[in-house]
């Protein structure tokens, strides 16, 4: 177990340390924004892999026994989530990093954009939130919360960032959108235009889906539903 929680601090502090605090801009001035990014990359794959096969040598230690029902509901949680994350990734954004200059854009707020600003952040929480639920181990309990609890940290972040960085630009683009899911539609700050999400994009995330899905006992050696 220690070195499963040595792995998720290096996980938290690469990103809430780094990332999100004034010593990126330090770093950055240093060795120069793309060399940032690119040694940033290398080890959040790093702690990413770290992390996964710390996880899958922790002992098992259980806190609680979930229902069997509750695997179904992981499985709908996980569902939405990889659209989110599917869908956010194949759609321009402002909040992702070497994206920024779409904030100069009149247009850029379309499709997923108008459901929330952070679709793959949001895709991320859904699925740590439905796996936290299911499994209820001290193993699962630290690697699911702490990726729920990143994400959700992360999309305060970068707005706070965007905000600082770009002014006017940001806060048009802030103002039509909303971190929240639905936040701006229920406002009446935006509206829903399913056409504009791309049915290639859904395809795709459905096809991610069931992959994940069908190998999902071959890849963690669990099976998704009972």
Do not use: C
């Not at 740590?128 to 699962?140: I, Q, V």
């Amino acid at each position: 177990m220690q070195e499963l929680i040595a792995a998720t601090a290096f996980f938290l502090v690469i990103h809430l340390g780094i990332a999100g605090t004034s010593a990126r801009a330090a770093i950055v001035q240093r060795i120069g924004e793309k060399a940032f990014r690119a040694v940033f990359s290398l080890l959040s794959i790093a702690g990413l892999v770290w992390l996964v096969r710390a996880y899958s040598r922790a002992p098992f230690e259980p806190l609680w026994t979930s229902p069997p029902w509750m695997n179904y509901v992981a499985t709908a949680l996980a569902f939405v989530g990889v659209v989110l994350v599917v869908v956010g990734l194949l759609t321009p954004n402002p909040t992702t990093a070497s994206f920024e200059p779409l904030l100069k854009r009149d247009n850029v707020v379309r499709g997923m954009l108008r459901v929330t600003r952070h679709p793959f952040l949001w895709g991320v929480a859904l699925w740590a939130l439905g796996h936290l639920a299911a499994n209820g181990d001290l193993a699962s309990v630290i690697i699911f919360g702490s990726f729920l609890f990143l994400v959700l940290v992360g999309t305060v972040s970068i707005d706070a960032k965007r905000k600082r960085a770009f002014g006017e630009q940001w806060e048009r683009f802030a103002g039509v959108t909303s971190n929240v899911p639905f936040g701006a539609i229920a406002a009446g700050r935006n509206q829903l235009v399913i056409g504009e999400i791309g049915l290639w994009r859904i395809g795709v995330a459905l096809a991610v889906f069931v992959l994940t899905l069908y190998f999902h006992a071959a890849l963690f050696g669990v099976e998704p539903l009972p």
